[in-house]
């Protein structure tokens, strides 16, 4: 069978979805709900094309292709359709990308990831990143007027965390930059797409109080997902700054342990379902429309493979550490 | 189950786990059997008890994920219990412009329910909102049990409770039934639900009663809805030669001098005794109230003549004299000729007549029914399966309903005949469990249908079978989509899902599966047996046929209407609905409920049907027919309509999850006052967005009420930005304020449910607008027209007495 791309006639393989005929002749089309070889439904609509035939927008995940089909993958109307439906769905993210104290570092230290360090006892890692970082590791944070506390979230909470104190008592400890890549300190690349967690609700606020038990006291509101993130990855090449929609969501800022090194974080889940298709008595929905979101029963937790963690494409269910 | 086990059942002393499992014996242990074994437990229960779902899990194949994932989609299903009486107040469209909300709240402080909370203390009462009733044309209705009130205010909210709970204690004492000897006349009664709401119940208990009494023999004949719910409760009089008397809007005290005018009781000495005891009473009931037999015969029915005027009756065929489960009766009216016609021609034939009828799915998209059956028909399957769509879902419609509940033959005859063409074996009907009366009226007539031979094995002595059965929604609007109906029959969410395929080549439990609505399928008997030409004559080029409409909203007489199409919508204001209420001037029309739009004023001209509508940006839908008035505010109907369908979105895809919420937030801002101009334009972007992007047909027409009142009424959306609602329908707009007429009766302040007026007796009444809620009942309360509504920033032009 052939189909155009584009206006370019290609051949498609047997039982091939439309987005797999796409990328294997080399239009790059982005997914988010969808996995090769995994349970899926169609729902994000991020992978958008148009039928030119119909005129139909229409999701290359789910649709097979039929004879003569014409369809266009890189228009600007089609892009403009991933674009929103990219802005819907942050609209209803609630996450820091990074958090905001390592944003506002006037010398761009990760802080958060140096307060991962210095939480976990790794202080040997995290010496190494204030060397890496400043030129005199000795007075690193003395001079500056620490916007990192004035931007910590923990200060909505109650306090923000003391970061200058901590710096200083681990500016104490002997230790040299390593030159690991790894390990540099700064924040990777600040023109990425920076989700904004926004504030917190009373009842959170209390949650978090009365469950974050860091050293630091910080919340590690960075997302441990980021790396993996394609919702970040999309959005930064849709060029999105920041969605236009005003966030009203209700989602629950909360880390819920599934078992071993897995987590789930409900307010970062996009709702694509594919933990629910792929998961035996483990992830379902509950609620429908807006409300609907994706949980764990207690129960479940059990039933929960590692796998899950690579098929989310958000920061949703990651693995620590 | 033996008889021992059946005792031990109604002995009520078995623990929950028994209970239970009973429930769970009847229904079944499969993954489908789900929304069925949640219902009967729900039934049980009256919720669904922590318990009985553990005991789910450990006796059937359904696991937790499919428990919570189902019994959260679908808006049926409680977690936890309520009071011991539920209060269901109605908000489809005609009841939400007729103010369906404060008659919420109304209730809510009545009953003194605490906030967060639907059930009052002693766990008597629960209140909660429902879609729709589909009683319209008694906007605002509310139900309490199996009891419907019409025309609740919320100023009548008292009176209601206390009915209700005087009825309560009368039901307890239990009723007395005679039986008669020979018939002297026939009665005739309506007893749809819109009927039953106004009361028919009663009369139909006050004719047996009074018939008993006087010794007059009449054969009391229950029958379908006749279409005139505003006239209701209505009945026909057959008189010894066959004339027919009706009395529309009957009142139970009014029964005995009616019988008593036409019939003569048996015996001579009862005569005697009523014609004294008559006497009398029509005397004291002449002077004491408005008494209808003493009208002249035009002015009672005068009305309902021009309401039955233009109309034709195809799906309807029959109404007023046919007993919905008479099937002897239905089939002496040449019920059933057509099935048997059909039975001996062949299948193509039948699918080619059904193709050149020229006749449109009436659920809403409008795609050929023969086209579908033809699909259904060429793939090669040993089995396959027939469903009738009775999910209707629309705020403000309720043809599926009538017709369910008042021809159950003939939709079940127009099945039978779909079912041999296309080659099925089983059949399904789905309707919504907020239909009681329909799923009874459908599941005795399919009984009745099976002692004559008319379903099951060997149809008519052929060697054609169908095994029907039914199957009750368990409330999701997005389950008329064609593929989430059949993912809720198999016992999952009502997800829709990616078509192709369509379910015609890869259905229910992936068969080949021909969906059709009620209405379509009441319109098969009809063609079969007319033929096509016959069908074809009525109608527009490529509308062929009539539709079947719910008018309701702001119209002198609403009802259920079956027009042909290509009528104007002008014609069925005017002509049959008799203009718009109480006078006013007709500003749209809001036709296809959530996924229609609204027609201006000015384009009424236009004619019913299917392309014509949808080039003004609306829609056929299933038929909902919402008048508004100049009353009424366009911005607050599409905020309504986008509300409605953000609740029952799925949730599935980005674009109607989250698109009609974002959508919806806007107009919320709009509605406030806080908008600006860019935020028109950015819903008008977006709107367009999730019409074009949705993958159903919820998604892809939900925009359509925000897009059309954008397109025709563009200019009171720009009001609102600037603070202005000129019809005073957005609160946030608006404020109440007493005038310089008030003679200081206290009436408004002792009516007033939060305070808001200060106890000042002979002064002039002032509203606190800090504590006003804007209920509205001081300005019904008042008798000197002193309360007035008023814009927050400019006058309101527009009367302001609550519509």
């Known amino acids: 069978m052939q189909i155009l791309i584009n206006n370019h006639p290609v051949e498609v393989l047997e039982g091939e979805t439309l987005i797999e005929v796409a990328r294997r002749t080399g239009n790059n089309i982005p997914s988010l709900c969808y996995a090769k070889e995994a349970k899926h439904k169609s729902s994000c609509m991020v992978c958008a094309v148009k039928d030119c035939k119909s005129g139909q927008i229409i999701p290359s ?61 790794q202080y040997r890692e995290a010496v190494e990143m204030l060397s890496a970082v400043f030129s005199l590791p000795e007075i690193a944070c003395d001079t500056c007027k620490a916007p990192c506390e004035k931007a910590c979230r923990r200060g909505s909470v109650d306090q923000p965390v003391s970061i200058r104190t901590i710096i200083r008592e681990l ?26 967690l926004g504030r917190f609700t009373d009842k959170e606020k209390e949650h978090l109080k009365a469950t974050t038990v860091t050293t630091s006291r910080c919340l590690h509101c960075a997302c441990s997902g980021r790396e993996k993130c394609r919702l970040r990855l999309h959005s930064t090449e849709a060029g ?59 129960e479940n937790k059990a039933n929960i493979k590692k796998n899950l963690a690579e098929l989310c494409p958000t920061g949703a269910i990651y693995k620590q550490g | 189950m033996t008889k021992e086990e059946q005792d031990k059942i109604s002995n009520n002393t078995l623990s929950q786990t028994e209970r239970t499992d009973s429930v769970i014996d009847r229904i079944g242990t499969g993954r489908s059997d789900i929304i069925p074994l949640l219902q009967e437990l729900q039934a049980e229960f009256n919720y669904l008890p922590h318990e009985a779902i553990e005991r789910i899990y450990e006796r059937t194949e359904i696991d937790r994920a499919q428990l919570i994932s189902v019994s959260t989609f679908y808006s049926q299903f409680r977690h936890i219990p309520l009071g011991k009486h539920l209060i269901k107040v109605c908000t489809g469209t005609a009841c939400h412009v007729k103010g369906a909300s404060n008659v919420y709240d109304a209730f809510i402080r009545q009953l003194n329910i605490e906030e967060g909370s639907v059930t009052t203390t002693d766990r008597m009462f629960s209140v909660e909102k429902i879609a729709c009733l589909g009683c319209c044309t008694l906007a605002p209705v509310v139900q309490i049990d199996e009891k419907i009130y019409g025309h609740v205010m919320p100023g009548k909210v008292d009176e209601v409770i206390a009915d209700f709970i005087e009825n309560q204690t009368k039901k307890e004492n239990g009723e007395s039934q005679k039986t008669r000897r020979h018939t002297a006349g026939e009665v005739r009664l309506g007893m749809g639900s819109c009927c039953m709401a106004s009361g028919s119940a009663d009369i139909y208990k006050e004719l047996q009663t009074a018939s008993t009494q006087l010794g007059i023999e009449i054969n009391i004949k229950p029958v379908g809805c006749v279409g005139v719910c505003n006239k209701v409760p209505l009945i026909d009089i057959i008189n010894a030669n066959g004339t027919i008397d009706r009395y529309p809007n009957v009142k139970a005290a009014e029964i005995k001098e009616i019988l008593h005018h036409h019939f003569k009781p048996a015996g001579y000495l009862k005569r005697l005794k009523n014609s004294i005891l008559g006497h009398i009473d029509t005397l004291h009931t002449d002077i004491t109230w408005d008494n209808v037999v003493w009208k002249p015969e035009h002015e009672r029915t005068g009305l ?15 109404f007023g004299f046919l007993a919905p489960l008479n099937i002897d009766e239905y089939i002496a009216y040449g019920g059933f000729e057509a099935l048997k016609k059909a039975l001996t021609t062949p299948k193509e034939e039948i699918i080619a007549t059904v193709l050149a009828s020229g006749l449109r799915g009436r659920g809403g998209g409008g795609f050929p029914t023969g086209k579908k059956w033809e699909i259904v028909a060429s793939v090669q399957n040993k089995h396959k399966y027939v469903i009738c769509n009775g999910d209707e879902g629309d705020p403000g419609a ?12 003939r939709v079940i005859e127009g099945m039978l005949i779909a079912a041999y063409a296309v080659g099925a074996d089983k059949g399904i009907f789905y309707i919504r469990a907020e239909y009681p009366l329909a799923v009874e009226r459908i599941k005795k007539a399919l009984e009745l249908c ?61 068969l080949p599966t021909l969906v059709n609505n009620v209405e379509t399928l009441s319109q098969i008997a009809y063609i079969v047996k007319h033929g096509s030409e016959n069908y074809r004559n009525v109608g527009t080029e490529k509308s062929k046929g009539t539709k079947v409409f719910a008018l309701a909203g702001k119209i002198s007489h609403g009802g259920l209407i079956e027009v042909p199409m290509g009528i104007t919508l002008n014609q069925i204001i005017e002509d049959i609905g008799g203009g718009v209420e109480g006078g006013k001037k007709l500003k749209a029309v809001q036709i296809g409920g959530p996924s229609g739009g609204c027609i201006p004023a000015d384009l009424c001209d236009s004619p019913v049907d299917f392309d014509a509508l949808t080039q003004l940006g609306a829609m056929m839908g299933s038929g909902g027919l919402v008048v508004l008035s100049e009353n009424d505010c366009m911005v607050d109907v599409a905020r309504y ?3 409605f369908t953000c609740d029952q979105s799925c949730g599935k895809c980005t674009f109607c999850r989250v698109g009609t919420r974002r959508m919806l937030d806007l ?135 609550y519509s």
Do not use: W
């Open chain 1, 240 to 298: 999105i700054k920041r969605s236009r929609y005003e966030s009203s969501s209700t989602l629950p800022i909360e880390k819920i342990h599934i078992n071993g090194d897995l987590l789930f974080e409900p307010a970062k889940c996009i709702r694509c379902g594919l933990c629910v298709y792929n998961s035996d008595n483990g992830f379902t929905f509950m609620g429908r429309g807006f409300k609907m979101g994706v949980v764990l029963p207690e």
């Open chain 2, 641 to 643: 309509f986008l509300s």
């Open chain 2, 667 to 801: 107009l919320d801002k709009v509605c406030s006052g806080k908008a600006t101009m860019t935020d028109i334009d950015l819903l008008e972007e977006l709107a367009l967005n999730v019409k074009r992007s949705s993958l159903c047909g919820l998604g892809k027409t939900a925009p359509n009420p925000v897009l059309t009142t954008l397109k025709y009424f563009r200019h009171e959306y720009e009001e609102h930005v600037k603070g202005v609602c000129k019809t005073g329908t957005c609160k946030d707009m608006i404020k109440y304020v007493i005038t310089q007429d008030c003679i200081g009766c206290t009436r408004c302040a002792k009516a007033c449910p939060v305070n808001a007026i200060p106890y000042t007796p002979y002064e002039i009444h002032t509203i606190d607008t800090e504590k006003c809620v804007l209920c509205g009942l001081c300005v019904e309360e008042c008798s000197y027209d002193s309360v007035k509504k008023t814009g927050k920033k400019e006058n309101i032009t527009s009367p302001c007495k």
């Open chain 2, 304 to 318: 309902i003549s021009s309401f039955l005027h233009n109309q034709k009756h195809i799906s309807t065929e029959g």
């Open chain 2, 450 to 510: 099976r002692e004559h031979k008319l379903a099951g094995a060997n149809i008519a002595e052929s060697n054609f079978s169908l095994e029907i059965s039914v199957f009750e929604g368990a409330g999701a609007f997005v389950c008329g989509e064609e593929t989430a109906l059949i993912a809720s029959i198999e016992g999952d969410r009502g997800f829709p899902r990616q078509r192709p395929p369509y379910p015609a080549a890869c259905g229910l439990n992936e």
């Open chain 1, 171 to 196: 500016s104490a400890m002997d230790g040299k930059a390593s030159g690991d890549e790894k390990n540099i300190g700064y924040v990777k690349d600040k023109n990425l797409y920076q989700s904004r």
């Open chain 1, 61 to 121: 995940c789910t649709t097979l292709p039929v004879e003569g089909m014409q369809i266009d993958t890189e228009s600007e109307e089609v892009r403009l359709t991933r674009t929103l439906s990219l802005e819907l769905l942050l609209s209803d993210h609630r996450a820091d990308c990074e958090a905001p104290c390592s944003m506002v570092c006037p010398n761009r230290l990760d802080v958060e990831r140096i307060l991962g360090y210095y939480d976990a006892g």
């Open chain 2, 398 to 409: 309720f043809m599926d309903r009538m017709m369910l509940e008042s021809y159950p033959f």
